[in-house]
């Protein structure tokens, strides 16, 4: 089916505001959420001056707009999430009535005005990808290549190509998300430990999954240097300053302390609303009580990096950041410190204001993109309801605001806004299903990143090699390092990347394109010792560089089947790269990445050049975690040896160091639960030789008393019994199934340690905390009910900001998982719970919809 606009939505004319701060008596707390016509709705869209919001597409055109992609032909194609929160109880979520719309501009002004259904019939769709003559669309729980052969904008060719592309069940937000081509021609996603290789063929193609680390929830983008970025609710950046699937091949993907690394300055989570928001998951604790206003992040998803060339030179590669639920989007910027790692600061946050902001409550900001027209495009879902029906039970305050305002009614509406810049034309939208070879290896060097993407993408996905001999000379000579970069990632997708091209290639003097070229070449130093030597020659002066040779070379150590001759190079030349930079702390962490399982030999090669210990700190404390956790009992006893034959003024820091590889909860006590002492027959020697320095060192006598909790022999606690009980077998797998659920999603709540995350206000948490919680420690049936249907009302006479979701959706293999983990996790001691008693308990109560309340409970 088509429709046609008879009169262009712009017909009412471009509009341009601007975004003051405003005062709460400005601030309306409480707006009225009837819908606006798109028209009136622009109106009330603020941006800076110099900018302006062009209104492309909207209702009838769009309905519940959630994702969106330019294909091949210059079309705009955009998934509707039609199904999506049509009443208060998410009635039809599941039914098959999403769909993909594309949206045509016929006469080139950037305003949409002819449509047609591309794809419909689906359920849940949640993200699209371009590839030649088609689309990639994934709707759990397949990934479905479409394509329209006759010409009539309407898909004729659907097909599955991948059917593991989620579960249908559970919460839409906590499902795999992205299909993004990433620089090193993997696509990557969002919620999910997967990422993905295409390659096309007359069957519609072939999907194979690979393994990566798990990233964020909803949305994935990365910069033009290929660095991926990840965001949670109300975390806007997981602090990725190094590609994290290194990790994976270290095999700790799992190790959260790694991961830590997010910076931002102060107060960067504060968001500043020019409309009240009373409609907060969070409840009243979460918004400003003089106006209503959200104070900090909350739903963040869909952000982008804009790689365009048509809004200044200011705005390449500022960081957007949509916030359906404070109505605005957030403008960011990286910037690096000296040893070359990124914080992220807000350039607004002295006027209080926000980039793009509405005063209509129905504004919900859902994805940002950048345009083939080099301009910044955003994506407004337009509705009342934006949480998950999980959110919005009864008897949640949520429930009530939805009520009491009629939010529930605001439904199938959406809109499509375009920011530019005044006096910058925006550029054309090509037809890159139509470009030559050579023309797709021209676009690589283009001024607008979503070119360069794009051009890489068809040109790898094609596998043409007539296109090699240009790549070749691009790569090394061209004169933009946007195409020197994108010209080496097509060549290795193409499998001709090569030796001699990477030894000119890593001595580039951009470096961008440097670290990138270590990173292409890595096959060669797994391989080629003379290419080891060859990295050796670079001048790794610039952090950034040092930490893409120490992950790089870690790939030796960490893989098999490298020559040993090749890992002990990597390895002395790792040790030799990180002592220009003992202050950086980043890349102490690239180094126990690296260096797993040679702790010993880079403290060895670092403390022999004799370091201030201040210096060396850092280095200590990581390397000492790794050995003390691997579970290796000869070599935390070495490491005992070791400590004593170093020279005085490092003991403190090691000693300090053991002590702090301890796993501990907030409050500072040893978590005995997440702890395995290492077990003796026998007091060892060098125990007691440590005994002896503390009693000649009594700053060093309580560290030493605690980093001996890592020994353990005959008469000694936890050597006969655990100090805490010890899960094995089944339940065992459980409790790690758990862990993985915990920190990908309960983590946002309750904490890392359970105990708790502090709201907005800084004062009361967000939920409450589980460790030594009667709720999670005491009958198994009480756990399970709150997780099948949620926990509302004041606990142990506390209000808390936060609602307890129900999880019923999930299965009882995932419900026994999360259980058994809490009730283990940070020294609470309980049984397991086998899938049996969720299934019992299911069973009893299936006809229950409501959350419970405490004095249900008791």
């Known amino acids: 089916m088509k429709f046609s606009f008879i009169a262009k939505l712009m017909a009412f004319a471009t509009l341009s505001q601007i975004c003051f701060a405003q005062s709460a008596n400005t601030i309306n707390p409480d707006p009225d959420a009837t819908p606006l016509s798109p028209q009136e709705s622009h109106k009330l869209v603020k941006v800076p001056e110099g900018f302006q919001v062009d209104l492309v597409a909207a209702e009838p055109m769009v309905n519940e707009p959630i994702a969106m992609a330019w294909g091949g032909d210059g079309a705009l194609y955009v998934v509707e999430l039609r199904g999506y929160m049509q009443d208060a109880d998410h009635t039809g979520a599941q039914d ?98 997967e990422k993905f290789t295409y390659a096309p063929d007359d069957q519609g193609g072939k999907i194979t999954s690979h393994r990566s680390v798990f990233r964020g ?136 204001v926000e980039f793009m902001a509405s005063t209509d409550p129905n504004f919900r900001p859902v994805h940002a993109y950048t345009g083939p027209d080099g301009c910044l495009y955003i994506v407004d879902m337009y509705r009342g309801i934006i949480q998950d029906g999980n959110w919005v039970k009864p008897g949640s305050y949520l429930r009530r605001e939805v009520e009491r305002r009629d939010l529930q009614k605001n439904i199938q509406r959406g809109r499509i806004y375009r920011i530019s810049k005044k006096g910058i034309k925006p550029g054309a939208v090509p037809k890159l299903d139509e470009f030559t070879t050579a023309q797709l290896v021209e676009a690589l060097a283009h001024p607008n990143g979503w070119w360069r993407d794009e051009a890489q993408k068809r ?49 580039d003097k951009h470096i961008s394109v440097q670290v990138n070229a270590v990173r292409a070449s890595e096959a060669f130093m797994q391989q080629d010792l003379a290419f080891i030597a060859e990295i050796a020659k670079l001048d790794n002066s610039n952090p950034k560089l040092a930490k893409q040779i120490v992950l790089s070379l870690g790939l030796c150590n960490s893989l098999k089947d490298i020559a040993q001759e090749n890992r002990e190079a990597a390895s002395q030349l790792i040790s030799k790269t990180i002592l220009k930079h003992l202050d950086n702390r980043v890349l102490a962490v690239c180094t126990m990445t690296a260096m797993k399982g040679k702790e010993e030999f880079v403290l060895k090669n670092l403390l022999a050049q004799n370091p201030d210990p201040k210096h060396a700190k850092e280095w200590i404390i990581s390397m000492t975690r790794m050995i003390m956790v691997s579970k290796n009992k000869k070599r935390a006893l070495n490491y005992l040896d070791y400590i004593l034959s170093t020279d005085k003024k490092y003991h403190a820091a090691m000693i300090h160091a053991m002590e702090k590889a301890l796993p501990i909860t907030r409050k500072g006590d040893i978590d005995f639960a997440q702890h395995d002492a290492y077990k003796f027959t026998n007091k060892p020697a060098s125990v ?104 509302t009302g004041p606990i142990d006479g506390k209000t808390y900001s936060g609602l307890m979701a129900p999880m019923g959706s999930n299965d009882d293999e995932w419900m026994s998982a999360i259980t058994t983990y809490i009730r283990n996790a940070w020294g609470n001691g309980a049984s397991a719970i086998p899938t049996r008693q969720i299934e019992k308990v299911r069973s009893s109560y299936g006809g229950r919809t409501k959350p419970w309340t405490q004095q249900e409970l008791q």
């Open 96 to 193: 098959p009535v999403g769909q993909v719309v594309r949206l045509v501009d016929t006469n080139g002004d950037g305003i949409m005005d002819k449509q047609s259904v591309f794809v419909d019939k689906l359920v849940e769709p949640r993200t699209i990808a371009a590839v030649k003559g088609g689309m990639l669309v994934g709707a759990p729980p397949d990934i479905f290549f479409c394509q329209d052969t006759t010409g009539d904008g309407v898909a004729d060719v659907r097909k599955s190509i991948y059917d593991k592309f989620a579960k249908r069940t559970g919460n839409v937000e906590h499902k795999i998300n992205g299909l993004m081509w990433g620089l090193d021609n993997y696509m990557y996603n969002a919620k999910s430990s």
């Open 217 to 352: 929830q909803w949305g994935i983008t990365q910069d033009s240097e290929g660095n991926i970025y990840s965001t949670g609710n109300t975390n806007p950046w997981y602090g990725e300053q190094f590609r994290l699937d290194y990790l994976e091949a270290a095999g700790l993907s799992n190790a959260n302390f790694i991961k830590d690394l997010e910076m931002f300055e102060p107060n960067f989570k504060e968001v500043f609303p020019i409309v009240g928001t009373p409609d907060v998951q969070g409840g009243t604790g979460a918004i400003r009580p003089e106006d209503n206003t959200l104070k900090s992040f909350t739903a963040i998803g869909g952000q982008h990096i804009f790689r365009g060339d048509k809004l200044g030179e200011d705005m390449k590669e500022s960081y957007w950041i949509p916030e359906p639920v404070g109505r605005l989007v957030r403008r960011a910027k990286f910037v690096e410190d000296s040893q070359g790692n990124r914080r992220l600061i807000n350039p607004m946050k002295d006027q209080k």
């Open 459 to 507: 040109l790898v996905l094609a596998q043409d090699k007539s296109a090699v001999k240009s790549l070749k000379t691009m790569a090394l000579n061209d004169s933009s390092h946007f195409g020197r970069l994108h010209a080496m990632w097509t060549l290795h997708g193409l499998g001709e990347w090569n030796a001699d091209l990477a030894k000119q290639a890593i001595q």
């Open 688 to 791: 007691s030789k440590l005994e002896d320095l503390a009693k000649t060192n009594k700053a060093m006598d309580a560290f030493i008393t605690e980093a001996l909790y890592w020994f353990t022999w005959p008469g000694q606690p936890g050597y006969d019994k655990p100090r805490v009980a010890v899960l094995k077998g089944k339940e065992k797998k459980q409790f790690d199934k758990g862990k993985i659920i915990y920190d990908s999603l309960c983590y946002a709540c309750h904490g890392k340690d359970g105990m708790g995350i502090i709201g907005t206000d800084g004062k009361s948490l967000l939920a409450p905390a589980l460790v030594n919680n009667p709720r999670v420690k005491g009958h198994q049936n009480t756990l399970i009910k709150i997780l099948l249907h949620g926990m």
